[in-house]
Structure formats: C-alpha cells, structure tokens
C-alpha cells in the first residue's frame, strides 16, 4: 500500500492544482465520526466532509438502504423511466419543510444545481430577473453560483465575468460591526440606485453562513426580509445545504426564525454521503416551470434517494435536533473555557451543533488571525484531527462533527484541539 506522500506526490502530476486540499492525508476507511490513512493512523473528523455527514460516515442504516437499491437499479434517468422512490422522497421532504401551503420538490446532484435551479423557479414565476445575495454567502462553483457568492477569495478571482442581474448587500454582522438596520438600509439603497424592486426575483440567503464564518442572521432580521419580499413579490430563498438536516438544532436552520420561505435549497446531510440536492418550495411556484425545464441526466440519482430516505428515518429515531443541541453544548463549554486562556478566541458562536470560534490577534475583533488559523488546521492534522477554516477574513474554525459521534469521541477531540492552540500559540513570535 502506498504513503500519504506517494499519493500526494501522484495527486500533483494528476489533479489540477485548482481543487484544493486541506491535508495531504489519504483516507482508507471511516466510521462514524473516526478517520483511518491509507497508513493506518486514526483521526477525529470535526468536518464531516463539509457538513455532509451530519449521520456519520457509513451509517449502517443508509448503506444497508443503498445497498439494497444497488441490487435494483443504478440509472434507468428518472426522466426517461421514472421510479417511486423519487416521489416517495418529495412527499417526505415537502413534510419536512416548514411552509404552511403546499409544496413541491426537485431532486438534483448537487448543492450548485440546487441553487441555480431555485434560481430559475423565481424568475419563471415572477418574470423577473434580478436577484440580491449577501457578502459573504456561498451557493457554489458554477458560474451563476460564484456570481451569486459574496467572496471573491478563492472562489471568483479570475473566473469572470460573471452573470449579470446580480446584486450583493451586506450580511448582519454585529461581531464585524454591520448591524440589522445599516444591512436592512442597504437594500433599500440597492432598490434605489441598482434595480427596482419590482425587477427582482428573489433574495437568496443562508440562514446561518457557511463559509463566511457561520454567522447567524436574528429571528427579527429574517422576519423584516420576510416582510420586504412580501411587500414586492420577491420570493425568499432560504440556502440551507450547510445548514439543512438537524445541525442547528432544527430541521431548518430557518425554523430559529418561524419565518417561512418560499424556496429551500438543500444537500449535503441530505443523503448521508451520496451526491443528492434538493428544492423545495410552494407548489404555486414550482408548477410555473415548463416540463423539461428542469432536471438533469443525473438528478436524482436513485442511490442518493436511498440513502436520503434512510436519513429521514434517522432523523427521528436517533433523535438528531435534540443530539445536535446536546453536542452543541458539550463543545461551546469547552471552548468557552479554552477562550479563558487564549486571547486569541475573540468569538464563539453557534447555533445548536453549527459551531465557530473566530481567531483575532490579542482580543481585537478588528485584527483577524489568519496565519494562525492556518497553522492550527495543519498542527491538528499533525496530531489526528480534522478541522476546517471558513469566514470572510480566513479566520474561522468551524466545527462540523457528526451528530451521531459519541460525547467521548468529541470529547477525546477537543483535548487534541487544546494541544494544538498551545502548539500553535507557542510558535508565534514574541511581542
């Protein structure tokens, strides 16, 4: 079997430099919330292969569902032939989202095709083409989802130009200075001087932001969107595929608010680990697309709709809001204390098991410590821990950990966190 070296140094002459890596690491096998190289050594994963694997790896209920439909079939394009499993899922998910009037669903591949597709139901409904995002979201890669993210690094630089119709305000940021009513004033200054109202599709937003720094917009802040979209006829598109399936505490992220979208975009904990997306939203809207207007030769693969209708299973019987806000506990307590003996914490935030702590240089919200939350990814590689970074200024630690991971587990995991801050504190220059 070949080192983590021998295949990072295959991975460079064969993979484009473009799609990045956190560590130089080579993963043979997973359970749940643990990690084994192609080596042999063991790590705790607080990633979940970004927020996928909110059921752990290889939960025995979703691959026991995805092998029994392996046995049927892989791809007969639902489509062409379809199959009862696709509106066996859309029936369970239009349960799940939290919109009162009827809803109707599409099932894609991926979170980007999610939010494009969303994209399409708007302006089909409304016959309107423009659409506001915030600074600081990311709904993907394609060329309409990098227009619609709010950060250039590393996602849009020289990928241009982009889409147009597109228009960014700011997020509501108290941390960062950026209130609910200067956000609030910026779109009304983006219907001023950028569009009218009346031209705009949609307004898409994260509930919680992913990769801007898992900063959650207030219950009042979503409730006033609410009511400007309602006041022009914009449908509000709520991107939850980070924060969809449980890792707030709810099913929705959304939910903290008891707003009501018009759309839902999700996926990643969706299926467990298997390429599956979804929208979802009210079926006054979603019946305004043409037949074959939507779609795609794999969307919705019937392995990603096996183990999807596994997760929804396990959403219930394990229990996975109330584990997700047990878990959420368990570590903003231990941070929380961590950030007694390091000035470098100069936040935590979470919302049930959607968790950051935010990196400054001496307690200053406004000195962002990115080379040190660089060095704490790669110092807990080094000692078995999978961490990610996220945020607008590079300076986040997010924490993602399977919902399903025993509290020792966690536990075991922070403590090599804690080694770590004092590895990587200890290398800092001196004053």
Known sequence: MQTNQQWQ??????????????????????????????????????????????TGHNHPDVMRAVQAQLECFTHPCFQVTPYGSYVELAEKLNALVPIAEPTQTLLMSTGAEAVENAIKVARIATGRAGVIAFRGGFHGRTLLGMALTGKVQPYKKGYGPFPGGIFHAPYPVSYLGISESQALGALQGIFAADVSPDDVAAII???????????????????????????????????????????????????????????????????????????????????????????????????????????????????LNQRAQQQGEQVVAFLRQLATQYDCIGDIRHLGAMIAMELVEEGDAQRPAKALTQALVQEAGRQGLVLLACGVRANVIRFLIPLTAEKEIVSEGLNILSSCLQVVQNMRPAK
């Open 9 to 54: 140094a295959r991975r460079e002459a064969a993979v484009t430099p473009g799609v990045g890596n956190s560590l130089q690491v080579y993963i043979a096998k997973a359970r749940n919330a643990e990690l084994w190289d192609v080596e042999g050594r063991r790590y705790i994963d607080f990633a979940s292969g970004i927020a996928v694997l909110n």
């Open 205 to 319: 937003i994260e509930p919680v932001q992913g990769e801007g720094g898992f900063y959650a917009a207030s219950p009042n802040f979503m409730r006033q969107l609410r009511q400007l979209c309602d006041e022009h006829g914009i449908v509000l598109i709520a991107d939850e595929i980070q924060s969809g399936f449980c890792r707030t505490g709810k099913t929705f992220a959304i939910e903290h608010s008891g707003v009501e979208p018009d759309l839902i975009t999700m996926a990643k904990s969706l299926a467990g680990g298997f390429p599956l997306s979804a929208v979802v939203g009210r079926a006054s809207l979603m019946q305004k697309a043409q037949a074959g207007g939507l779609g795609g030769t794999y969307a919705g693969s019937p392995m990603g709709i096996a183990a999807a209708l596994a997760v929804v299973e396990i959403i219930e019987r394990e229990q």
